[in-house]
């Protein structure tokens, strides 16, 4: 936390009256921050959409809490009005990693809430802890899309480079593109290349526009520092027969990309603007999914080739 240096003027002055007068000190009383993470996925499958909150606290000093908010009550209501109310669910059903010792409670909406989801519906939430503090929020999900000549299941011809294009989401900020690779060590084993049994990459596209990405190549931009330099060399130029992965092309909307980038220089770590206004801090974060599986092979009998339409 930062705190106004005390500018000292006068320090003859101040020496000289110090043994006479002695000033109270207020001592502030850091109050525990809470915290609500609400993120909307709309899927090619409206039976894979997920609305789900997670609200925890943040400590003094940014460390993890251990303090569970299981009498909250998170309530959504659609642009026609509707209102429902979001069910206590178990933890890793909103957090897969979360620091030690670290706590609190997720909410996830039924199916029959959650498949109604659609491209630019625009959606508010509410947050009520149990002490009557409240957190609220809109959000608008972006439009749907497709991806250019990629079905569910296709094949890419061994050491090439697939291009990925697709259409335009109403409302995106970015565009996010994951890739989980697997049987990388078989397929690598005779160049003499290790890699792990799955690899998981990255990569960003920053405006409504950017509608293109090449596989692998360009995946990957925040996790190269990581990479053994002669396996990020060898993905370049495509992936090895025999290697697979799946891939998913997601657009964000504003309030999603205010709470997760980083500023231009910013030593302190990510910026984080809040979406909700209240008792706390927060995001009400909206996504649209397009996922595809991909398996390299100059078999033609493994299956269609992308990008073939």
Same mark, same amino acid.
């Given at each position: 936390?930062?705190?106004?240096?005390?500018?000292?003027?006068?320090?003859? &002055?101040?020496?000289?009256?110090?043994?006479?007068?002695?000033?109270?000190?207020?001592?502030?009383?850091?109050?525990?921050?809470?915290?609500?993470?609400?993120?909307?996925?709309?899927?090619?499958?409206?039976?894979?959409?997920?609305?789900?909150?997670?609200?925890?606290?943040?400590?003094?000093?940014?460390?993890? =809490?251990?303090?569970?908010?299981?009498?909250?009550?998170?309530?959504?209501?659609?642009?026609?009005?509707?209102? *429902?109310?979001?069910?206590?669910?178990?933890?890793?059903?909103?957090?897969?990693? $979360?620091?030690?010792?670290?706590?609190?409670?997720?909410?996830?909406?039924?199916?029959?809430?959650?498949?109604?989801?659609?491209?630019?519906?625009?959606?508010?939430?509410?947050?009520?802890?149990?002490?009557?503090?409240?957190?609220?929020? =809109?959000? $608008?999900?972006?439009?749907?899309?497709?991806?250019?000549?990629?079905?569910?299941?296709?094949?890419?011809?061994?050491?090439?480079?697939?291009?990925?294009?697709? *259409?335009?989401?109403?409302?995106?900020?970015?565009?996010?593109?994951?890739?989980?690779?697997?049987?990388?060590?078989?397929?690598?084993?005779?160049?003499?290349?290790?890699?792990?049994?799955?690899?998981?990459? &990255?990569?960003?596209?920053? =405006?409504?526009?950017?509608?293109?990405?090449?596989?692998?190549?360009?995946?990957?931009?925040?996790?190269?520092?990581?990479?053994?330099?002669? &396996?990020?060399?060898?993905?370049?130029?495509?992936?090895?027969?025999?290697?697979?992965?799946?891939?998913?092309?997601?657009?964000?909307?504003?309030?999603?990309?205010?709470?997760?980038?980083?500023? *231009?220089?910013?030593? *302190?770590?990510?910026? $984080?603007?809040?979406?909700?206004?209240?008792?706390?801090?927060?995001?009400?974060?909206?996504?649209?999914? $397009?996922?595809?599986?991909?398996?390299?092979?100059?078999?033609?009998?493994?299956? &269609?080739?992308?990008?073939?339409?």
């Amino acid at each position: 936390m930062r705190r106004n240096a005390a500018r000292l003027s006068g320090l003859t &002055l101040l020496l000289a009256t110090v043994a006479c007068d002695l000033t109270d000190v207020e001592i502030v009383d850091f109050a525990e921050v809470v915290v609500a993470e609400v993120y909307v996925t709309v899927a090619d499958d409206p039976a894979l959409n997920r609305l789900r909150a997670f609200i925890h606290g943040t400590a003094p000093g940014s460390q993890p =809490s251990s303090q569970t908010f299981d009498d909250a009550v998170v309530t959504v209501t659609d642009g026609d009005g509707v209102r *429902s109310v979001l069910g206590p669910s178990v933890i890793d059903g909103c957090v897969g990693v $979360r620091p030690e010792d670290s706590s609190g409670t997720c909410f996830v909406a039924d199916f029959f809430l959650a498949v109604s989801f659609e491209g630019g519906d625009t959606l508010v939430v509410e947050v009520t802890l149990a002490d009557g503090r409240m957190l609220s929020g =809109s959000t $608008r999900i972006p439009g749907d899309f497709r991806v250019d000549g990629i079905g569910g299941d296709c094949r890419v011809i061994p050491n090439t480079r697939l291009p990925l294009r697709w *259409s335009r989401s109403n409302n995106a900020s970015a565009y996010l593109s994951e890739a989980l690779i697997t049987g990388l060590p078989a397929a690598l084993v005779s160049e003499g290349i290790e890699a792990p049994d799955s690899l998981f990459l &990255l990569g960003l596209s920053i =405006s409504e526009t950017d509608t293109t990405v090449v596989f692998p190549r360009e995946f990957g931009v925040f996790d190269r520092l990581d990479l053994a330099q002669d &396996l990020a060399v060898r993905l370049q130029d495509g992936l090895p027969a025999g290697a697979s992965a799946d891939l998913a092309i997601t657009a964000v909307g504003q309030n999603y990309v205010n709470w997760v980038r980083g500023g *231009s220089f910013n030593p *302190s770590g990510t910026v $984080r603007v809040s979406s909700l206004v209240g008792d706390g801090s927060g995001v009400f974060g909206a996504a649209v999914t $397009r996922r595809f599986t991909i398996l390299s092979s100059a078999d033609t009998a493994a299956g &269609l080739l992308c990008g073939r339409g």
